[in-house]
């Protein structure tokens, strides 16, 4: 039996390698019981380009972490990390893995001080300008957990675009200087020659609309309605002007509102691309080599809903699982909003802690213990070890692959 568990991490409560850590724990402790001595088990932390992005892939690539300090949302200084690895056939040098959250994310902003109208990236790009001055030639930007609706003006800035006003000034960093734009030079900014970006996204929202950057994440990052208002209409102010001075159209793309249109602004300024996230980090990671041979990969995330199946970990995962024949299954925190439509035709069983637990409360408490008592839920419900097949009979799982229903295992 060969297992492998390749979850995201719960935020707020665990890393995605402690999560994988429980649930191996939890099969080793019922596999005596199933008398299985043999049974294989991978642990394979993921991400989608947020939180724990550099863990993940420090944890299956050699590599090394770098650490600089850069500005915040609020131009104070903070010590951001990102990762540096070398990929055979890759680029022609180093690799890095940045995480924006790490200079520009909403944790280092107290919650009574967030307001994007003047939050900035201006530290993301010093941590990428690090990054090329580290050797990096192909620089992957993870855009999750930003505090930030400035389309990247801010991470622009620091790699010497000039965003000027009528008076050919520097117009203020944030969002709300986007009110003041009037023309982008780009005469200063970095060589872009043999350099590669790619920002890792886990959402296709556009750049502008009832769901992009401003009305979406505005309020998440602490925007009142007026300041959505301020901020979708000098988002669609950025996205002329790039379109006039730097030839680009990021209104359509989708992603380009990920990160408070930071996904807008690495196409635009840096001549990037925007890909799924999971997508990046399962290749990185050589999750398909790992799973290939396998009998059951279990992923999961702190919440499982309709977002799930929009670019999400778990789902990557389970695509990855699909390609080779390989049933997956899903351990959640909790469920919400749509989580059976997101589920279905790609998860067998879905488990959420907080049904296991009976409360939130107490899943958020003892997160680690759950997730093993999750494991025993699902063997419990289907306990023959040698693979998918009850004697010939289709047994729980096989009648939901049947139907394309997941059983949800409350």
Avoid at 19 to 33: N, T
Avoid at 204 to 227: I, S
Avoid at 328 to 357: M, N, P, R
Wanted: charged residues 25%.
């Amino acid at each position: 039996m060969k297992i492998v568990i390749a979850p995201d991490s719960f935020k707020g409560t665990l890393s995605a390698a402690e999560v994988a850590r429980a649930i191996a724990e939890g099969i080793r402790a019922i596999r005596p019981l199933a008398g299985q001595a043999d049974w294989e088990l991978i642990e394979v932390p993921v991400a989608d380009g947020g939180e724990g992005t550099i863990e993940a892939v420090l944890a299956a690539v050699p590599g090394r972490r770098v650490s600089a300090t850069v500005k915040s949302p609020l131009l104070t200084e903070v010590k951001a990390d990102y990762a540096v690895f070398r990929l055979p056939g890759r680029g022609d040098g180093r690799t890095a893995v940045v995480e924006m959250a790490q200079a520009s994310g909403l944790t280092l902003v107290p919650e009574k001080k967030r307001n994007p109208l003047f939050t900035t990236t201006f530290g993301t790009g010093q941590l990428v300008l690090h990054a090329i001055k580290e050797g990096c030639r192909e620089i992957l930007i993870g855009m999750g957990g930003s505090a930030t609706v400035d389309g990247g003006a801010g991470m622009a800035a620091a790699l010497g675009v000039r965003l000027l006003d009528e008076k050919g000034k520097d117009i203020p960093l944030g969002g709300a200087g986007l009110t003041r734009l009037y023309r982008i030079d780009l005469s200063r900014r970095i060589s872009l020659s043999r350099l590669w970006f790619i920002a890792l996204s886990d959402v296709t929202n556009p750049l502008l609309g009832e769901n992009g950057a401003a009305k979406v994440f505005g309020p998440q990052k602490g925007a009142t309605p007026r300041m959505v208002e301020v901020l979708e209409k000098n988002l669609a102010r950025l996205a002329r002007i790039i379109k006039r001075d730097v030839g680009v159209d990021v209104c359509e793309i989708p992603g380009a509102g990920a990160a408070g249109g930071l996904g807008a602004g690495i196409v635009a300024f840096l001549d990037g691309k925007i890909t799924p996230g999971i997508e990046a980090v399962v290749e990185l990671v050589g999750l398909k080599e790992k799973i290939r041979g396998a009998d059951l990969v279990i992923t999961g995330e702190g919440k499982f809903d309709l977002q799930t199946a929009r670019g999400k970990a778990p789902m990557g995962v389970a695509k990855a699982a699909a390609e080779l024949g390989v049933p997956t299954i899903a351990i959640c925190g909790s469920f919400g909003e749509g989580y059976a439509e997101a589920a279905k035709d790609h998860f067998l069983a879905v488990v959420s802690l907080e049904e296991v637990a009976g409360s939130k409360e107490e899943a958020m408490l003892r997160p680690k213990e759950f997730l093993r008592k999750a494991v025993a839920r699902f063997f419990a419900h289907y306990p023959v070890p040698g693979g998918f097949s009850m004697g010939g009979t289709l047994g729980p799982f096989e009648m939901a692959r049947a139907r394309h229903r997941p059983v949800r295992l409350a």
